[in-house]
């Protein structure tokens, strides 16, 4: 079984900066995608920013510009640091990791990201 846990969430004002960790244990297997998931209350789960162990990078438009998701693939974490946060932006946000074929894709229990004066 695997483990990710995220850190880093909380309240910050329009503006502001937040940098979320999310740090696997337990029987790991080689992780290949790496990602951030977002839910606002009221709206469905979706795709923030995206990383493979090849390097490539995936960012939702609302986004890019801002975030900047990173991988260390020795250590299995996924970091994403938010920039010029928005109220917007506020939502629970889930680190994902899964191999290849994502047979083997876990998720976070979820951090929350509130901005607002």
């Known amino acids: 079984q695997v483990q990710l846990v995220e850190s880093g969430g909380g309240l910050v004002q329009p503006g502001g900066s937040l940098r979320l960790s999310c740090a696997a244990s337990g029987s790991i297997f080689t992780i290949y995608h790496m990602g951030w998931y977002r839910q606002a209350p009221g709206k469905q789960r979706e795709l923030v920013a995206s990383?493979?162990?090849?390097?490539?990078?995936e960012y939702a438009d609302s986004v890019k510009g801002r975030f900047a998701i990173s991988g260390d693939n020795v250590k299995n974490d996924v970091y994403l640091q938010m920039n010029s946060l928005k109220p917007e932006d506020t939502a629970v946000y889930y680190c994902?990791?899964?191999?290849?074929?994502?047979?083997?894709?876990?998720w976070g229990q979820g951090t929350q990201v509130t901005v607002e004066d």
């Open positions: 994902r990791m899964s191999n290849w074929g994502r047979v083997y894709d876990y």
């Open positions: 990383t493979t162990r090849g390097g490539g990078t």
